[in-house]
């Protein structure tokens, strides 16, 4: 079992058909399974025992995961935007790899560390030229018939302690793909765009995907608003994935524009962070033919395990009552191939409604770090996130379950204190989170953004505010305003250096 | 027979990657498939001759066996004589 499989089937099926479109040049399905054993002889040729991507995406990223996988070594694209240090420490974890991406840095940082260097025009080009020998279907490594060999290997990005090298085997990819993807299921003029960097586990399902239905991939290597947009419309792309912050910016983009030609648009997935409500609201009338898909999953799941669809956002949009209009805030239902439950602190499983900490399993979760595997005994993979399911279903989350608040053993989601605040007019962006406190252990501390053009709020009117709403104890006990919260490049709010600022 | 295994067909061009399997035996065309392909093509059983489809997942009635088709072909699936069915996957929206 293999992904290369994913594209040998599509190169097989359709091989004049456009698999990728990246900076106005096109690939066919054949031309990319044709550069992908050219890979493979390359990886061969080095001896590398990984294959590594320091750049941004583009027909590099995919010819390197399905070399990588036919040669049966482990795929492990890096976050060019780390320092220097950070990297090298990464890279070292990895040799001898064949690296490709920016050769100067490279060769700067881990010159001694035994890696072969390809620079990404390099890299394609060589793979194009390289004419494997024999019988494709050698490549497929018999050896491995269980899928159980390492596909890919993602870095987490290790905000507390070195990053944890967490690994999806060929059997978890192929597991998410075939149990959520019909074979050649998009019409030849839909395109899919993929602006999400390629050491992200979206990233790399997204082209998983889209080769496995047939749909064209067009890739936005660095994110910019107008440059979506225009893409969108010079390749009537057709679906799209975002996460909240660039859909925040499309938006803003399109409100400056006046007009913008998105009709193609029929799909929009999002995930990756929390969406703010006024957000998807404003999305959905400016999209008014795309059904909007909110994504759930994690790197150790193969991406996503649960789903809110078009029909749910729009059911949610329309109704009165005010259970259905709160999916719009839901991660919405798990995918039928994978088992979702709530878990109290013993392990409990706990019923509808009680907040807990999320587990899954199926057989898309690997749940594995190269250290060790996190599953328990029976597979279920602790995800670290804390949420609760509702009585019909829905997944709800309410943050990472280390950014639980525990105030004299009372356990507060930042989330619900955070929506409370975010209905003040004057507040555009909130942040709670535990500070230390010598009577509670912990109580509540926030971090506001203004909305331009507003006064702070007193902050007797802040606390009432949330007195009135929630319970006492929610009520903040330090509150500063900032001109705006630290969010990384994945829109994912960085809540350890709030909390480092509110420990201050 | 492993997962992951890829069988071919003695009566037709079908493939077949091995997803689930028990005991019995795996049919195309009304032959046993096997993981090289004979040096006489088998004939082609008119019981079995409905054909497969790429990237279609076939399964039989306990859910013991379950075979992707990976090159389809003019033969249909079966396991001990009892043919298989075309496995139905709800859709799900595009999420990446």
Redesign the interface.
Known sequence: ??IA?LL??AA??APDRIALVCEGKRWTYGELLAAARGAFELIRQSDAQYVALLDESSEAAVIAVFGAALAGVPYCPLNYRLPDADLAALLVRIAPALVIGDEERITRIAGEQGHTVLAREDFALKAQETVPTGDAREY?PGA????GGVAIQLFTSGTTAAPKAAILRH?NLLGYI????????AEETDA?LVVVPPYHI?GI??LL?SI??L?TIVMLPAFSPEGWLELVRKERVS?A?VVPTMLSRIIEAMERAGSSEVSSLR?I?Y?GGKMPLEVIRKALDLFPQA?F?N?Y?LTETS??VA?L??EDHRAALASDDPAVRARLTSLGKP??TVEIEIRGENGEVLPAGEPGEIYVRGEQVSGEYKEKSALDAEGWFPTRDAGYMDEHGYLFLSGRADDVIVRGGENMSPGEIEDVLLTHPAIADACACAIPSVEWGETVGIALVLRDGHAAPAEPDIKDLVRARLRSSRVPEKIVFLGELPYNEMGKLLRRKVKDLLAD | MKPGTRLKSAACDTEVMVIRSAEGTIECGGAPMGEGKPADAALLAADFSTGTLMGKRYVDADGKYELLCVKPGKGSLAVDGVALVVKDAKPLPASD
Not at chain 1, 144 to 147: L, R
Not at chain 1, 178 to 185: A, C, D, I, K
Request: hydrophobic fraction near 40%; charged fraction near 15%.
């Open positions: 079992m293999n499989l040998e089937m097989d099926a497929d491995d018939e269980t899928g059997a075939l149990g959520t993807v019909e074979f050649g299921s899919a979206a399902s997204a995907s496995y239905a749909r679906n994935f799909a997935a995930g059904g898909t994504a999953g991406s996503t789903l669809g078009p995918i039928p």
